[in-house]
Every structure is written in C-alpha cells, then in structure tokens.
C-alpha cells in the first residue's frame, strides 16, 4: 500500500515537473488556427481571446456574454464549463491558460516583488458579476471582452498591426484597453498571477469547484511541519495545508513537488480517495 | 468519512448536470451560436 501510494506521489512529481511544456503545447494549440472553422465552436478550457486570428476555439467567457446579451441561458457554454470545473477544478488555470503561463513568465523579470494576500479574491466574482453578467445583459454588448487584457494582448494588438482597417477604427476605447493592459503587465512583474487572483471570471466560475473536483488535492495535517514550502513555490502564493480546497488554488501540483515530507497528496481523477 | 462521500456526491451529481446542461445546449443549437459568433469575430 505505502509503496502504492509513494508510486503515484512520484507520478504527479513527473507530471508536475512538465507543466511549463504543458502550458506551452496548450498556448499552441489554442491558437493553432487551421482547425478553427469546426473547432471555434467548442469553449476552450481557458482565458483564450478568440478574436485572435489564430484561435482554434471559442473563449468561454466571450461566448456566455453572447448569450447573455441575446438575453438566452448559455446551458452549452455554463455545461462545459461546470463539466471541466467538476473533472479538474481550477487545474486549467495552472496547466492550459495561455494568459495565466503568461503571467507566470512576466513574474520572472528580475523585479521588486510584491507579495499581497489572497484575503479579497472575491473581486473576481464582482468582474464575473458586473462586466460579463449584468452590464452586457442590459446593454447587449461582451463589456468584459472590450477590457480584457488577455484579449488586448492576443488580439487587439495583433489585429491592429495586421489590418489596417483595424487601425483606421482605433478610438479611445482601444487606448484605455492597452492602459490596462500596461498595468497588468507592470502588476504581473511584481506580484503572481494578480489577474488570476483579483479579476478573472472564469477563475470565479471554476472556484466553487475546488472542494468537490474529482481532480483535488490532499494534506496530511499530522505530517505537515507547516515549513511554508508550499506557499514559496506556489505561483498564487497560498499554504495549501491551511486550506487544501483553496478557491484561488490552480492545482499546478508545485507544493506536491516541493513539499520536504511529502504530506500532499492527489486525489484520484477518478473520484478514489488516494491517502497522501 | 461522511465528508468525502458527501463530496463525491456533489461532484458526481455536477458532472451529471454539466453533462445534461450540454446536451440540453446542444438541442437548442447554441453549439452553432456559438460557433458563428466566435467565427464571425
């Protein structure tokens, strides 16, 4: 049993040690363009702008304030984001999101760091409340996607520089976009993640999932020697044994592999009740 | 114990209504809206 066990502790340790070529195979094919005619009408698991000209799927969030807008419940988008969020949690967050890699990337210029606590994460549900239900249901327009920097940065930009009717219709809106995009860009040099943590609705809506996702993690209390690896290596910076269904954990398996006594442990995907 | 069948439960019973709520979409045809909307961008 205890050879068992360190067997698949080893498993994710291998897994969680491929996770930057994960996300980088995922950036790729979210973005690999040829199927896009079929695929765009699948929502991709992840914060990926499909007003990019090389978007292979629809992006989840854009597509339910479509819905929204057209005053129709979004069951398909809502289906397949509530059958991910079941299966995995927020795990696409920290394996296939390309705007999450990203941040994760732009934290590594050699910064000031700014470590800011997760205590006031429910700003991500306002987003997902106000910007992607409320305001493009009364006034019929996807408010989040004309502000998204993730969109700003995989579409706004290159379209501009493609086209240059694009560039012809470029206003204010498209300047208050790339502010933002700055800002978030100067905010990911010094803290982890902060549009993860503080504005993604798509985080929102898989948040509620981390306590029941088949895909989950587990602490042994009585082993932990609360060293606070887990928070030194973990890229939104929360102890995993103060709270293993964190609503702001991404399940990128970091603290599986730095944890020093090896008290954290995956549930199976399965939905079997492994024993860390 | 209860605790971990409880969860199992709910995440069954969420996989079973994500499931439904997409096969319920995809009666109404919104796999199209979606489709044309994301192609049409």
Same mark, same amino acid.
């Given at each position: 049993m205890k050879d068992e066990q360190s067997g698949m502790r080893g498993f994710w340790e291998r897994v969680a040690r491929r996770r930057g070529l994960v996300?980088?195979?995922?950036?790729?094919?979210?973005?690999?363009y040829f199927t896009q005619r079929i695929t765009r009408?699948?929502?991709?698991?992840?914060?990926?702008?499909?007003?990019?000209?090389?978007?292979?799927?629809?992006?989840?969030?854009?597509?339910?304030?479509?819905?929204?807008?057209?005053?129709?419940?979004p069951l398909y988008v809502m289906g397949v984001v509530g059958l991910v969020g079941a299966l995995i949690g927020r795990a696409s967050c920290g394996?296939?999101?390309?705007?999450?890699?990203?941040?994760?990337?732009v934290y590594k210029i050699p910064?000031?760091?700014?470590?800011?606590?997760?205590?006031?994460?429910?700003?991500?549900?306002?987003?997902?409340?106000?910007?992607v239900v409320a305001i493009p249901y009364v006034t019929r327009e996807p408010w989040f996607c004309k502000l998204c920097p993730a969109g700003t940065l995989e579409a706004g930009i290159p379209m501009a520089l493609l086209s240059s009717d694009v560039?012809?219709?470029?206003?204010?809106?498209?300047?208050?976009?790339?502010?933002?995009?700055?800002?978030?860009?100067?905010?990911?040099s010094v803290t982890q993640r902060p549009f993860c943590r503080w504005v993604c609705p798509l985080g929102a809506l898989w948040s509620p999932f981390n306590p029941v996702s088949a895909f989950r993690l587990q602490v042994d209390q009585e082993r932990c020697i609360r060293c606070n690896q887990c928070q030194e290596v973990c890229p939104v910076d929360i102890r995993v044994y103060e709270n293993e269904s964190s609503s702001a954990c991404i399940r990128c398996l970091e603290c599986v592999r730095a944890c020093p006594v090896e008290c954290i442990a995956v549930s199976s995907p399965a939905g079997g009740q492994a024993e860390p | 114990m209860d605790r971990r069948r409880r969860l199992f439960a709910i995440n069954r019973v969420s996989i079973v =209504? /994500?499931?439904?709520?997409? =096969? /319920?979409?995809?009666t109404f045809d919104q796999w199209q809206i979606v489709l044309r909307n994301a192609i049409l961008l």
């Open positions: 996300q980088t195979l995922s950036a790729l094919v979210l973005n690999s009408g699948f929502p991709c698991p992840a914060l990926n702008c499909y007003a990019c000209p090389a978007a292979a799927f629809a992006c989840p969030i854009g597509s339910l304030q479509h819905f929204i807008g057209r005053h129709k419940l394996w296939f999101c390309p705007f999450g890699w990203f941040q994760e990337l910064t000031p760091k700014l470590r800011l606590p997760n205590r006031f994460n429910w700003t991500r549900t306002v987003t997902l409340g106000v910007l560039r012809s219709m470029i206003g204010t809106l498209y300047w208050i976009k790339l502010g933002l995009l700055a800002a978030f860009l100067g905010w990911m | =209504l /994500a499931v439904a709520a997409i =096969l /319920a979409g995809l």
